[in-house]
């Protein structure tokens, strides 16, 4: 995975100890990243430690079939078991339907095809081995070391989707559009933000994992990707909330007293 450089301000400083604090006193296991994609800062709590992914792997499988769509060997219109690819992609994003994610896996080769598309964008920290249905046969989701994903290595793959010029500018507004109308996250990251903030996210559930990817757009227009992990213990959705919430304050806190600081200087 590339270097993501700046060195952390006060504001990220503090909001590591934030995010640590807050997750020492939970029953489960969390992983968080947290990237400004303007500057590279980053915070993190566990952010090397591997997650099971669930259907955040989803953002993966779109990225890899927009990336073959801008190279002009495949269409949105492509028909996918009787339904163009758009519609495909729209339920597996939206409404994280599972038959559709499997449907665009075998469309595009597999879960080795991703994993090449993974590869080829130099990140790291992402493992995919399964198809949806064939993880959902297994059990042990809790434990797995399969289809798994490290905190840093999710964001950067948002940093890829948004920012890596993997995709055209057409093809990201497109994913973007689909991952801001999604339907499954409305207690996670969404849930305490201001109203109005923009996010476009995707998010993972299996049985005890609860997960929550994607961006959240600050008030000044800067973008920041997040990706929250949570596996074990309870109050998974109103801890990832919580989360989410320290982020994007601090965030817009870092901006705030950098302008502070500008305007006592003139």
Known sequence: MPAMAASPS????????????????QSGEYGVAAIDLRDGAM???????????????????????LTEVDQGRR????????????????A??????????DQL?????????????LTAQNISGIRVDRNIAQLLRERGHLADYKDVATPRA????????????????????????????????TQRIRALLPAGTLV???????????????????????????????????NRQPVIAALSRKIYDRFTDSVRNAISVFMRLQ
Not at 10 to 25: D, F, K, N, P, T
Not at 105 to 117: D, E, M, V, Y
């Open 92 to 101: 597996m994003i939206v409404r994280s339907d599972n038959l559709a994610a």
């Open 43 to 65: 915070a993190s709590v566990n952010g090397e430690t591997p997650f099971p992914m669930a259907s955040t792997v989803k953002l993966a499988i779109a990225a890899a079939y």
């Open 200 to 234: 476009e996210d995707k998010t993972g559930t299996l049985d005890g994992i609860t997960n929550d990817v994607g961006f959240i757009t600050l008030p000044d227009g800067r973008r920041v990707a997040i990706a929250v992990f949570a596996r074990g213990g309870r």
């Open 154 to 185: 999710m964001v950067e793959l948002l940093r890829t989707i948004d920012t890596g010029g993997v995709l055209t500018a057409q093809s990201r507004a497109y994913l973007l559009g689909l991952m801001s109308q999604c339907r499954t996250g």
């Open 10 to 25: 006060v504001e990220l400083i503090e909001l590591q100890r934030e995010l640590h604090a807050l997750v020492a006193g």
């Open 75 to 90: 269409s949105l219109a492509d028909m996918i078991n009787g339904r163009p690819a758009a519609k495909a992609m729209e």
């Open 105 to 117: 896996f075998a469309t595009l080769g597999g879960p080795s095809k991703i994993q090449r598309w």
